[in-house]
């Protein structure tokens, strides 16, 4: 992985450890199904209007936005809005890392070096730990949930990597279109018909800015941006070399619920982070840089 990719690896993991917090601020406005909805409705209608389909399989365009559009955000909101704290949910949702290293390895024989390996252990660990020393915060079925999400968003890896779109920002958009249909109509099974439209309209209101807000940041920034960032590194790169940096996201996540909401991360959850920090560095493989003179590429050590 280069310099550039690790960078851009690193700002995903800001915009994405933010989102829990424009999260934490859609749920007090919407209902949780109809806010995943919305999340992606705003940018389904402009996608169909204005952006070429990507040229790949359709198979890979629905895997992409079931798994990471539609399975992810269904029970991430749903398990925020029954309880599982905002900086804890960046942490649980991040067992994708480990998820999509395991699948890789299983569907698409990618190969685990020893190195990455022992650095993925180190960030489990890491988790492993932040989540016994938050397991008295958030009831069971909370967190299971969210689990459900990560297993979703490790299936949505998989098909971006299997597309291999010439454009990620157009697969990542054309992803958009696939989660608005059945996310409302779980909205309208589970929540009612008129709950997620009253809220809608409450939100065109000065009390209401704060969720369209929301909605943006989670759509352009969290989707837009930083999906379409991650797409294209997935396509560079093996699911076990970029995943792991979704174990940054917490570290965000945790540091910002800190700060703004109050979530207090004890001593454990503090050194936790710094372990699950230095596991993603060791689990990337080192950049060996070619003599000055050499005309030829960087090349990814393996060791």
Same mark, same amino acid.
């Given at each position: 992985?280069?310099?550039?990719d690790?960078l851009?690896?690193?700002?995903v993991?800001?915009l994405w450890?933010?989102?829990?917090l424009?999260i934490?601020v859609?749920?007090q406005?919407?209902p949780?199904? &109809?806010?995943?909805a919305?999340? &992606?409705a705003?940018?389904?209608?402009?996608?169909?209007?204005l952006?070429p389909r990507?040229?790949?399989?359709?198979?890979?365009?629905? /895997?992409?936005?079931l798994g &990471?559009?539609t399975?992810?955000?269904l029970f991430?909101f749903v398990? =925020?809005?029954?309880? =599982?704290?905002?900086g +804890?949910?960046?942490l649980?949702?991040q067992a994708?890392?480990? &998820?999509?290293?395991v699948l890789?390895?299983?569907?698409l024989?990618?190969?685990?070096?020893?190195?990455?390996?022992?650095?993925i252990?180190?960030a489990?660990?890491g +988790?492993?730990?932040?989540?016994?020393?938050?397991?008295q915060?958030?009831?069971l079925l909370?967190?299971?949930?969210?689990l459900a999400?990560?297993?979703? @968003?490790a299936?949505g890896n998989?098909c971006s990597?299997?597309a291999a %779109?010439?454009n990620?920002l157009h697969?990542?958009? @054309? =992803?958009?279109?696939?989660?608005?249909?059945?996310?409302?109509?779980?909205?309208?099974?589970?929540?009612?018909?008129?709950?997620g439209?009253d809220?809608?309209?409450?939100a065109?209101? %000065?009390?209401?800015?704060?969720?369209?807000?929301?909605?943006?940041?989670?759509?352009?920034?969290?989707?837009?941006?930083?999906t379409?960032? @991650?797409?294209?590194l997935?396509?560079r790169?093996p699911?076990g070399?970029?995943?792991p @940096?979704?174990l940054?996201?917490p570290?965000v996540? =945790?540091g910002?619920?800190?700060?703004?909401?109050?979530e207090?991360?004890?001593?454990v959850e503090?050194?936790?982070?710094?372990?699950?920090v /230095?596991?993603?560095?060791?689990?990337v493989p080192?950049?060996?840089?070619?003599?000055?003179?050499?005309t030829?590429e960087?090349?990814r050590?393996t060791?």
């Open positions: 992985m280069s310099l550039r690790r851009l690896a690193a700002l993991a800001v450890g933010v989102n829990f424009a934490h859609g749920l406005h919407f949780p199904l &109809f806010l995943a919305l999340r &992606f705003v940018i389904a209608l402009p996608t169909v209007l952006v990507p040229q790949v399989r359709l198979r890979w365009l629905l /895997g992409y936005g &990471f559009g399975l992810q955000f991430l398990a =925020m809005d029954v309880g =599982m704290p905002t +804890l949910a960046s649980v949702l994708s890392a480990p &998820f999509t290293v890789g390895a299983v569907l024989r990618e190969r685990l070096t020893p190195r990455q390996g022992v650095g252990g180190l489990v660990l +988790l492993v730990a932040i989540a016994v020393a938050r397991a915060a958030a009831a909370p967190v299971l949930l969210t999400g990560a297993l979703g @968003w299936l998989l990597r299997l %779109p010439p990620p697969l990542t958009l @054309w =992803m958009s279109v696939v989660p608005p249909v059945p996310l409302l109509v779980a909205s309208w099974v589970v929540e009612g018909p008129a709950a439209w809220a809608l309209r409450a065109i209101t %000065p009390a209401g800015v704060p969720g369209l807000l929301a909605v943006a940041y989670t759509a352009g920034l969290a989707t837009v941006l930083g379409g960032i @991650w797409t294209a997935m396509r790169h699911a070399v970029v995943a @940096w979704s940054l996201v570290v996540g =945790m910002l619920a800190a700060l703004v909401l109050g207090r991360p004890s001593a503090l050194v936790a982070a710094v372990v699950i /230095g596991g993603v560095l060791l689990g080192r950049v060996v840089t070619a003599p000055a003179q050499s030829e960087p090349v050590a060791g």
